[in-house]
């Protein structure tokens, strides 16, 4: 099976996104799913929009980032 690429549309993938329970009523959230070859990333206020596609490396090394407190200055 072909690797999904970055930037396709949101939407075709048929797949399951998931939020954070952080998320708020006003659509303040991104959305997650597994996929072929990593993990996709959504704007949940525009499901039809472009996914962002990373590896599973790239994004525990963001994890661990965030869970640290480095981009605390960023919000």
Not at 15 to 35: D, F, M
Not at 48 to 71: I, M
Request: with cysteine.
């Amino acid at each position: 099976m072909p690797q999904v690429e970055n930037g396709i549309r949101a939407s075709s993938l048929d797949v399951s996104w998931t939020r954070s329970r952080h998320s708020t009523a006003e659509g303040n959230c991104v959305e997650v799913a597994r996929i072929d070859g990593g993990i996709a990333v959504r704007n949940s206020r525009h499901p039809e929009g472009p996914a962002l596609v990373y590896t599973s490396a790239e994004l525990a090394a963001f994890l661990a980032g965030a869970k640290d407190g480095e981009f605390d200055h960023l919000v």
